[in-house]
């Protein structure tokens, strides 16, 4: 598979198979037999754990996996396709987002600690894509991006002097401070102890107490009436199995002609159905419970399962991609 490829695998006989162009991404593989073992006992989840074992090293890792990633569905013959779903490791049951597990999942990723997540975020703290005057960006630019998404998700939901808006998904709380700034009576819920604690400190370093409350809250027990219900790259967490759940939760909560502004980080229709069910690396080890929807999975259930209906979308697409190359 990797000589149809660009990149190169050196094995420590110094074999070298794909490309020969040194500046392409290259995998150096440290044990075959053990990353073999792994992969064919695992699969993808055995390929990721076969590079923190240390079977295999790559100066690049980020450019190998995604050459890897573009073409995955190319290197499995259409004939096998079909035999995908008795091959993969299915997702636990305890990982599946039930009130009591979801918070147990955020706790495992969000609440590593904030010291970390600042390591690499710019001084908003905002963990979601950035939206750029223009691509290519600088570190820099990151901060004024951010408040540019922010802004569009509130113009969005047309908040303003006197909104009363709903955050499902805290983060560090930078969605909160820019709302109130508006005039906005803020009320923000998260499973997160420790963005909690730390957005909390922030909107009181800012002065905006008064105007906004953050709650260690799931969003299904969020009672009222909002004008606006914003929520930013927190429906990933949400598990498909609860999307009507979601929906129907922001369609209760939301104002007789109020807005929802929701963004959200997604994959094709077709790949999300084939993967739905299957437990991947970066749901054992990063996010789990974590699943990216489709926007056709989102206009569905929203059609099927509340009042709410797609009024406006906007792609992110090379934005996302400049705000992670930014965070590496």
């Given amino acids: 598979a990797a000589a149809r490829l660009p990149i190169r695998v050196i094995y420590p006989d110094g074999t070298r198979i794909g490309a020969a162009d040194p500046t392409l991404p290259t995998m150096v593989v440290h044990r075959p037999d053990a990353m073999v073992r792994r992969v064919g006992r695992y699969g993808l989840i055995g390929f990721g754990e076969s590079y923190m074992a240390g079977d ?3 100066t690049d890792p980020a450019g190998l996996l995604t050459e890897f990633g573009k073409r995955l569905a190319e290197l499995i013959p259409a004939g096998l396709q079909r035999f995908r779903p008795l091959t993969v490791v299915r997702q636990p049951r305890t990982q599946q987002n039930s009130i009591a597990q979801a918070r147990r999942n955020i706790a495992e990723h969000y609440d590593l600690s904030n010291d970390l997540f600042a390591e690499f975020l710019d001084t908003t703290m905002t963990y979601s894509s950035a939206l750029f005057d223009t691509v290519p960006a600088v570190a820099s630019d990151l901060p004024a991006a951010q408040h540019r998404k922010i802004d569009r998700l509130l113009d969005a939901a047309r908040v303003g002097p006197g909104s009363s808006v709903l955050e499902i998904g805290t983060g560090w709380g930078e969605l909160c401070l820019r709302a109130a700034r508006r005039g906005a009576r803020v009320r923000s819920v998260t499973l997160s102890s420790e963005q909690q604690r730390l957005a909390t400190q922030r909107v009181a370093a800012a002065g905006l107490s008064d105007l906004v409350d953050i709650e260690l809250m799931d969003y299904r027990d969020v009672t009222g009436s909002y ?3 914003v929520s930013i790259e927190m429906i990933e967490a949400v598990g498909y199995r609860y999307w009507p759940t979601y929906f129907s939760t922001l369609d209760r909560l939301v104002a007789p002609g109020g807005r929802v502004a929701i963004q959200a ?7 999300m159905m084939a993967s739905r069910n299957t437990h991947t690396w970066i749901q054992k080890y990063i996010f789990p419970g974590g699943l990216l929807p489709s926007t056709e999975a989102i206009i569905g259930v929203t059609e099927r399962h509340t009042r709410l209906r797609t009024v406006d979308m906007f792609s992110l697409r090379p934005h ?6 930014l965070w590496r």
């Fill in 227 to 229: 004008d606006a219900v």
């Fill in 56 to 58: 295999w090293s790559s």
């Fill in 265 to 271: 980080i997604t994959m094709p229709h077709d790949r």
């Fill in 320 to 325: 996302y991609a400049e705000t992670l190359r």
